[in-house]
């Protein structure tokens, strides 16, 4: 996209008039997928070169989140049998 585009001038733009919305800011498709690629042990920077053979792309994508659901459910059960583990809270009546 050319510098003297509007659509790119608009888009890299600082806010002039108005107020921006409360909360978190909103994320880009592209920023999510590189934080999930990332937690899934994947190197976002070659994502494209990776892609071009789709049938060993997708193989390797289905293994690595598989991979990452397996751990993420063993982490989840080590939590949860944590707290079980923990003396229920005393409580006292008079």
Known sequence: MG????AK???YSELQVGK???GGRLLRYKDVLKR???RCDMDPSLREFEA???PRWRHSVNKKVSEFEV???AEQDARR????ARPSP???TI
Do not use: L, V
Not at 3 to 6: A, G, H, I, Q, V
Not at 81 to 84: G, L, Q
């Open 81 to 84: 049998n944590e707290i079980k």
């Open 52 to 54: 071009e053979d789709r």
């Open 90 to 92: 005393a409580i006292y």
């Open 36 to 38: 999930h690629m990332k």
């Open 3 to 6: 510098e003297e585009r509007m």
């Open 71 to 73: 751990k993420r459910r």
């Open 20 to 22: 921006r919305k409360q």
């Open 9 to 11: 001038r608009i888009f």
